[in-house]
């Protein structure tokens, strides 16, 4: 009889080479995948460029659980960002490498004088902002607008790109503060949309308001078109900001590459 409960006849362990056959099968299945990746990074085996993680950003298709990477990738390389924008149609010109002050300027950046809405001012943004704008016009933007209005954004409203200027946590730029993402022309605040039917939706005035729960159950078409917008802008760029996050975004969207993930 047993002195406890779970007393018992132990149970025998795994032979050796049991043991030896499941770490070579483990093995076999890590070479297996190692060598597809090869082959395939290489060009020695041909799939759809949709599954095919070391294909060029093509920014016409339909996002899908690749172009995250594939964008990430072209912005971290400035030729491959600028080959991917040059897909776009939008119209813009190269900007010269320069510096203003300690931490501000801008390289492999451009000044965007049409996209596929107007813009007002053209803005001076870095290839990849201006890549990540793109998307999120053409994949997020403009799906959500067709959902809520059934037509459109034909304008962005924005309050600027580049300034040589310090984080802003509400009273102005803060002295000693890190740098801005303006102050390297990675961050571009959007402030307002209109409709191709001409009415214009601002942050400031239609951003639902009073806490999580009144925003969450808004049914104004305008203030769930700016959640859209602020939602689907997490997925192109690193950075977005809005009106919960703090004061001094009441009264827009700050977009942003380059910088931390945040999606607030």
Not at 146 to 158: K, N, T
Not at 201 to 226: E, H, K, N, Y
């Amino acid at each position: 009889m047993a002195l406890y409960p779970s007393d018992g006849p132990e149970k025998p362990e795994p032979s050796r080479r049991k043991r030896w056959l499941g770490t070579a099968f483990v093995c076999a299945v890590i070479a297996a995948l190692l060598l597809g990746a090869w082959a395939v990074a290489t060009g020695r085996l041909n799939i759809p460029e949709r599954f095919n993680p070391w294909a060029p950003l093509d920014v016409s298709a339909p996002p899908d659980w690749l172009t995250g990477y594939k964008l990430s990738r072209a912005r971290t390389e400035p030729a491959r960002c600028l080959a991917a924008l040059a897909q776009t149609g939008m119209q813009y010109d190269l900007l010269p490498d320069r510096t203003t002050a300690p931490g501000c300027g801008f390289k492999n950046a451009v000044r965007l004088r049409s996209a596929g809405v107007r813009l007002g001012t053209a803005p001076s943004l870095s290839c990849p902002m201006a890549l990540s704008f793109f998307m999120w016009e053409r994949h997020a933007l403009q799906p959500a607008a067709m959902q809520r209005f059934g037509q459109p954004v034909a304008a962005i409203d924005h309050l600027g790109s580049y300034a040589c200027r310090n984080v802003n946590r509400g009273e102005g730029a803060v002295p000693g503060a890190s740098r801005s993402r303006h102050a390297t022309a990675d961050a571009l605040d959007v402030a307002g949309l209109t409709l191709a039917n001409g009415r214009r939706i601002t942050v400031l005035q239609a951003w639902p308001r009073g806490g999580s729960a009144d925003a969450a159950s808004t049914s104004d078409p305008a203030a769930l078109l700016l959640r859209d917008a602020h939602r689907g802008a997490c997925r192109f760029f690193n950075g977005v900001l809005g009106p919960d996050y703090n004061a001094a975004h009441r009264d827009h969207l700050h977009l942003e590459t380059g910088g931390y993930e945040v999606c607030r």
